[in-house]
């Protein structure tokens, strides 16, 4: 990596406790979904009354000609998973799970874009971070930003600044989500339908008495260690199940770009339960929830409340949530050995600019994910 500085200070670390996994918006999707809603501004507000509330755009958020503060057209957020062993660990930390999600003017549909997160990117000055600039792995950006105290709202800025720079798209407001509200985010829910698609071996966990754990707590046990299998086919999973499921990269054919793919099935898969299944209609249940789900993350709308920001996109249900690939879906080599966005995708983007994904969509149907 160029520019002042190493932006790989740490030794090599097993894979995130949630790698990459970032579902804020399968939470605020399950806020929304038209008439089904139950409650006003008022209760919602209420409801999202504890929801950390950071500057997490910097300069990445949109200007007065884009539309600015304003939710009257089209809505872009960034959605950031960090990996934070400990809770809101500043440091020694990257955000491995990189999501835009695109919502059009007319607020009745959404896409989900994820960004490799080994994607070459020009990371620009953090002089607070000791950084002038360079290049290097997408997912470093975050880790440069949160050094010498800039914690995760000044990684969380840096990595927005560097996807503008990269995408050329700004952003309404962005989040992120740690691992354990994430769990409890669908604890709550109960199970969540995930139809695997190539059957994997989990890395990270195993059965201990038939009790699933991580690998790290089950060898303390010194009791035989039984790897949980995720079998191929439709099937309800709990939170712990989801969770590892998502994470796997390793034994998938498509390697990280299959556990892209996954993660955007989960959230889907979360807003579709959600309101399948009713909680959407009971108010209690609905504040529950919510609840459940702002602590699992920190939140910037851009200065616009929480409760308007959600209530602005009430039309969009997981019916109309849509997943999308980068580089079909498969490694894109930019000539020296590292990993970059394809003409393909980089024109996808720039329809997301214009609020003109759709019509793209329409004419390369090959960027619509398999997953169900």
């Not at 009354?49 to 957020?77: F, H, T, V, Y």
Request: aromatic share 6%; hydrophobic share 40%; glycine share 12%.
């Amino acid at each position: 990596m160029g520019g002042g500085g190493s932006a790989k200070k740490r030794t090599k670390r097993k894979d995130p406790l949630w790698a990459r996994l970032t579902v804020v918006f399968g939470a605020v999707l399950m806020l929304t979904s038209g008439a089904a809603v139950v409650g006003t501004k008022v209760m919602i507000g209420q409801a999202t009354g504890d929801i950390a509330q950071r500057n997490l755009l910097g300069g990445a958020g949109k200007s007065d000609a884009e539309g600015g503060a304003s939710l009257d057209g089209p809505i872009d957020m960034l959605l950031l998973g960090v990996d934070a062993r400990e809770r809101w660990a500043a440091d020694d930390v990257r955000s491995d799970s990189i999501i835009i999600l695109h919502i059009p003017a007319t607020h009745d549909q959404a896409y989900l874009i994820s960004i490799p997160r080994d994607t070459e990117a020009h990371i620009p000055s953090r002089p607070k971070s000791g950084w002038s600039g360079g290049n290097g792995k997408i997912n470093a950006a975050f880790e440069v930003g949160a050094r010498n105290g800039g914690g995760w709202e000044g990684g969380a800025q840096l990595m927005a600044e560097t996807i503008q720079r990269l995408t050329d798209v700004s952003f309404d407001g962005a989040a992120i989500i740690n691992f354990g509200g994430f769990k409890n985010v669908i604890d709550t829910l109960g199970t969540v339908k995930i139809c695997v698609s190539h059957e994997v071996k989990s890395k990270h966990m195993s059965f201990v008495d038939g009790k699933p754990m991580w690998n790290a707590d089950a060898k303390k046990t010194g009791k035989k260690m039984t790897p949980v299998l995720h079998k191929k086919g439709c099937q309800e999973m709990e939170g712990w199940a989801a969770l590892d499921y998502s994470r796997q990269r390793y034994g998938l054919p498509g390697g990280d770009y299959d556990r892209q793919q996954n993660q955007q099935q989960l959230i889907k898969a979360m807003a579709r339960k959600a309101t399948d299944g009713g909680m959407l209609t009971k108010p209690a249940k609905l504040q529950q929830l919510v609840k459940t789900a702002g602590k699992a993350l920190v939140l910037d709308t851009g200065g616009v409340p929480i409760e308007n920001f959600i209530f602005t996109m009430r039309g969009v249900t997981a019916n109309e949530l849509t997943m999308l690939k980068t580089n079909n879906g498969t490694f894109n080599g930019n000539g020296n050995g590292n990993e970059a966005l394809s003409e393909e995708t980089l024109a996808m983007f720039r329809a997301v600019k214009q609020d003109k994904l759709a019509e793209f969509v329409f004419t390369h149907p090959e960027v619509i994910s398999t997953r169900k």
